[in-house]
C-alpha cells in the first residue's frame, strides 16, 4: 500500500465534500491529529474505521486501498492486487518474526559454549578471556539483529486510540514485553500501554 497516495486521496476527498479535518474526526470519534497523519501518509485507519470513513467520504474501502477513485473495469483487478498486496506484507512479516527468532536462538546455541569452554578448560588467561569476549559479541551481535528483525515485522497497536506505529530502536529495546505485546509509547495519543505487534503496518 501506498501510505502517501492515499493520504492525499483522503485529503482530496474530504475536501471535495468541504468538510474540515476536526469534522470528519467528530464524525468518526476520533482526533482531528489522526487524520491529519492520515493524510501526511504516515498513519492508516485501524480495520474498524475502513467502513466508517469509506461511507463519511462516499468512497469503496478498495478504492481507500488504491488511493484513487475507480472505474468499474478496475474495480476487480485493484482489489486483487490490493489482497495480494496485504497477504504478501502479513507474509513478509511472519517471515521476519521466524528469522529473528531463529536468530536468537542460534545466538544463544554459538555464545554459550564458549562460556562454558572458558570456565572448562584448562587454557591461559588471554585464551580464556578471548573465548569470554568472543562469546560476548556474538550475543550482542545476534540479539541486535533479532531485535531488529522483530521491530520491523508488522507494527505495535495501541490500545487506546488503535492507531498502529513502529517504535524506534531504543524504546523497543527498553519496553518491558510479553510473547505477543510490548510496552510502548503511541505516538499518535500518547499513552504508555502494552502495544499488540501485528503483522501489518
Known sequence: MDQIKIGKFIAEERKIRKLTQRELADKLSISDKTISKWERGIGFPEVSLLLPLC???????????????????????????????????????????????????????????????????????????????????????????????????????????HERFVPDMRDYVMGPHTITKRKLKCPHCGSTKYCKHVLTK
Open 55 to 161: 461511507a463519511e467520504l462516499d468512497i469503496t474501502v478498495n478504492e481507500l486501498l488504491s488511493g484513487e477513485r475507480l472505474s468499474e473495469t478496475d474495480y476487480k483487478k485493484k482489489a486483487e492486487e490490493n489482497m495480494v498486496n496485504l497477504v504478501k506484507e502479513a507474509q513478509e512479516s511472519k517471515k521476519k518474526i521466524i528469522l529473528s527468532a531463529t536468530v536468537a536462538g542460534l545466538t544463544v546455541i554459538a555464545s554459550v559454549p564458549m562460556f562454558m569452554l572458558s570456565g572448562l578448560l584448562e587454557i591461559p588467561a588471554w585464551a580464556r578471556v578471548a573465548l569470554l569476549v568472543l562469546g560476548i559479541i556474538i550475543l550482542i551481535v545476534g540479539i541486535a539483529v533479532a531485535c531488529v528483525l522483530d521491530r520491523d515485522a508488522g507494527a505495535f497497536e495501541c490500545p487506546d486510540c
